[in-house]
């Protein structure tokens, strides 16, 4: 698993130098505007505590492996509540038709966002546990550059707003190591755990398509808060 966990490592800061979290890092833009592709985590936000749930999670079991990623997934399957919480501290609650949230949720703009949790549940189906591992790792890994991100910008905010954002904030950041959590010790775990060839070349397969799927993500989204101005300057309360 060294291995992996090296490719993980170096997609990761890689991951990092997107213009995507460039964006987000430019102070001369509004921090909410920085955040107005909020919307579009939609489909990955409630997607992502499904994945965990129903895909990953897989009980009872004696595998040790499988265990270890039960665990992590109680932590993971329920942040969305946090997200939902977030949309309305942003003002980006919109009340509209259900029929216009869900062609917004299954439109065009959410199209790459909506592939990230479908395409990783393709690639873990019915794969061994170990390959599994190495898609939460991967997963973790842009996880954690993402809300090192979002916790700055949501820092900012909360100086102007006085509000406490949990999906796009420090709590959130905290939470999420940048590995699988519930188990001490995982980092070491995790090294010592030996590969085959064959589990090697499927564990780096789910890796690389880890990093794509996020990354086009990234890229839909930035495109997304170019395209949606946020016309009312904050206030501060
Ligand atoms: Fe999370």
Redesign the pocket.
Known sequence: MKEVLALVEKRKQEFAQLPFFRFMQDKTIDPRQRLAWAPCVAPF?IG?GQLNRFDFRKEPTDEPIQKLINRHTY??DY??L?FLEDLEKLGLNHLMKFSDAMRFYWGEETYKTRQVCHQIALYTFRSEPVVVLAAIEAIEAT?NVA?AVTAQVAQELEQITRQKYR?FGED?FC??TGHTTGTDDIEKLLESIQLTQKQRAKAFEVVEKVFEVFTEATHEMRAYAEKHPIVQPLKAS
């Open positions: 936000a992502f932590e993971d942040h969305w946090w996880g809300l999906y959130h939470v999420e």
